[in-house]
């Protein structure tokens, strides 16, 4: 999948980009109006990440010229809290979707992944991911051990459904932090840790039940039963 972020705000622009190339895809990154507008005219891309306070060109601008030129890339729009008006008024302009800063990782892309399927080139992404007698249901959001449904929060549940993404590989603290709180995270907290300990409590021990272990100087990875 092959994106095209227009964001001015170089910190924002950073982590979108960093998690979306740590999935895997192709990112460009446009920092005004006027460059999204070129880039995505040339219509290389399968989504379009578009902020909408841009220097040059707002990206109300940027989307409406894009749909003039019969451009039909799915784009989403970034949008301030307060800015009820300017997401209906992008939806209006064509925009396909919006997204509300600040976001968690996670959200922006199954978000990206949606549209993308939606316009019809993208595969969907299995819905049940499971590790030894683990499952997650991403349909019903269910966690079962076993015959055991786990009574398992939000977050929880984010962060495991990022380990069972990839069992077996590391995830850095920064990681977890950035996929499942957002950019607007303190680095400097705890909270990956204490949801790591509360995670693992819950999923307890048994002879198939895969463990969170530790990685000294790096991180947590989730470790297959033998
Ligand atoms: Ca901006």
């Not at 039909?72 to 800063?101: F, N």
């Not at 996929?179 to 198939?208: A, H």
């Amino acid at each position: 999948m092959n994106v095209l972020l227009v964001e001015d705000e170089r910190r924002v622009a950073d982590f979108i980009e960093r998690g979306l190339k740590a999935e895997g895809f192709g990112v460009t990154v446009a920092r005004d109006g006027l460059d999204g507008l070129d880039l995505g005219q040339q219509g290389a891309f399968d989504v379009i990440v578009l902020d909408l306070m841009l220097p040059r060109l707002h990206g109300h601008e940027v989307c409406a010229q894009l749909r003039r030129n019969g451009v039909l890339t799915p784009i989403l729009m970034l949008t301030a809290m307060d800015e009820l008006d300017d997401r209906v008024k992008g939806l209006k302009l064509g925009a396909d979707d919006y997204l509300t800063k600040p976001f968690a990782f996670d959200e922006l892309l199954a978000r990206l992944e949606a549209l993308v399927r939606r316009a019809g080139n993208f595969e969907k992404p299995t819905e049940r991911v499971s590790c030894g007698a683990l499952v997650f249901d991403r349909e019903s959001m269910i966690v079962t051990c076993g015959e055991q449904r786990l009574d398992l929060t939000a977050k929880e549940i984010a962060i495991l459904d990022l380990f069972l993404g990839a069992p077996g590989k590391v995830f850095s603290r920064q990681r977890i932090l950035s996929s499942v709180w957002g950019y607007d995270s303190d680095p400097l907290t705890n909270v990956v840790d204490v949801y790591v300990g509360r995670l693992r409590r819950k999923l307890g021990s048994g002879p198939d039940v895969p463990a969170i272990e530790t990685v000294r100087g790096h991180g947590y990875r989730l470790d297959k039963p033998a």
